[in-house]
């Protein structure tokens, strides 16, 4: 069917770079819609003091007492920081995402936790409390859930 009407191959291509011009040069425009991976007052960097005893109450004998970290981005990236915490201090990677109060989290970039469990978290002013991660390997889960976290400055 011939509705009559044809369509010259440079307007097209002029329609394309406009569209593409306008694009570029307005960024905020392509980012409209995009979600969020995890919920604003969860993102920043966290601090908390974990003791040897407490490790070993939970059977951990490999870890370290001392100053423990995690930073959270916007784009669904949390990172593990070991004593002393400074951001220097990787220990491992790993997903997030956030739906109301449940945080998920991918198995760690080192392989250490293969499981992809959940957590309830709650933020109170500057403290993170994490609760949940049973089915969680017990290294990541104390780390999160033992002693709330204290958002750092």
Same mark, same amino acid.
Request: aromatic residues 6%; contains cysteine.
């Given at each position: 069917?011939?509705?009559?009407?044809?369509?010259?191959?440079?307007?097209?291509?002029?329609?394309?770079?406009?569209?593409?011009?306008?694009?570029?040069?307005?960024?905020?425009?392509?980012?409209?819609?995009?979600?969020?991976?995890?919920?604003?007052?969860?993102?920043?960097?966290?601090?908390?003091?974990?003791?040897?005893?407490?490790?070993?109450?939970?059977?951990?004998?490999?870890?370290?007492?001392?100053?423990?970290?995690? &930073?959270?981005?916007?784009? +669904? @990236?949390?990172? =593990?920081?070991?004593?002393? $915490?400074?951001?220097? %201090?990787?220990?491992?990677?790993?997903?997030?995402?956030?739906?109301?109060?449940?945080?998920?989290?991918?198995?760690?970039?080192?392989?250490?936790?293969?499981?992809?469990?959940?957590? &309830?978290?709650?933020?109170? +002013? @500057?403290?993170? =409390?994490?609760?949940?991660? $049973?089915?969680?390997? %017990?290294?990541?889960?104390?780390?999160?859930?033992?002693?709330?976290?204290?958002?750092?400055?």
């Amino acid at each position: 069917m011939n509705s009559g009407l044809t369509a010259k191959p440079s307007l097209l291509i002029a329609c394309v770079a406009a569209l593409v011009a306008a694009t570029v040069a307005m960024p905020g425009v392509a980012s409209v819609g995009k979600q969020l991976s995890v919920s604003t007052p969860l993102v920043g960097t966290w601090g908390k003091t974990i003791t040897s005893a407490t490790w070993r109450k939970h059977g951990i004998t490999y870890e370290d007492a001392g100053q423990r970290a995690i &930073t959270v981005s916007q784009d +669904g @990236t949390l990172t =593990v920081l070991d004593p002393p $915490g400074h951001a220097s %201090d990787v220990l491992t990677h790993m997903s997030a995402r956030t739906a109301g109060a449940s945080l998920f989290v991918g198995a760690t970039a080192d392989g250490f936790c293969p499981q992809h469990p959940g957590y &309830t978290w709650n933020v109170t +002013g @500057t403290t993170l =409390v994490m609760g949940g991660g $049973g089915k969680d390997c %017990d290294a990541r889960r104390v780390l999160f859930t033992v002693g709330p976290w204290k958002k750092a400055e």
